[in-house]
């Protein structure tokens, strides 16, 4: 059974800086595509930043320039680095996973595995 857990989130100030974690576990395949996804009280969640198979990346744009997903394949951990914080990045993030797929993706329907999130609180 896939188990993905985050980890890394607070409370900080606008122009901050947070790095979050996701161990995952249980997986039968060796390079999973993974993504971060949050959402915000009253507000659909959305697609942050999603890393493939092969590496590649993409980033919605409200956070193209100061946030960076990375992958550590052999600590089955995945990364989303948070540099230049606003209020409007306040959120719940969650970790999502899916099998080998050599494109990177922000819809939710295409990942099948969900961490519990951890909550990013950014104060003006």
């Known amino acids: 059974q896939v188990q993905l857990v985050e980890s890394g989130g607070g409370s900080v100030q606008a122009g901050g800086s947070l790095r979050l974690s996701c161990v995952a576990s249980?997986?039968?395949?060796?390079?999973?595509?993974m993504g971060w996804f949050r959402q915000a009280p009253g507000k659909e969640r959305e697609g942050v930043a999603s890393?493939?198979?092969?590496?590649?990346?993409t980033y919605a744009d409200s956070v193209k320039g100061r946030f960076t997903i990375s992958k550590d394949n052999a600590k089955n951990t995945l990364y989303l680095q948070m540099n230049s914080l606003k209020p409007e990045d306040t959120a719940m993030y969650y970790c999502a996973a899916d099998g080998v797929r050599l494109w990177p993706s922000l819809k939710s329907a295409d990942f099948g595995y969900w961490g519990q999130g951890t909550q990013v609180t950014v104060s003006s």
């Open positions: 249980g997986y039968t395949y060796s390079n999973p595509c």
């Open positions: 890393i493939d198979s092969t590496g590649k990346q």
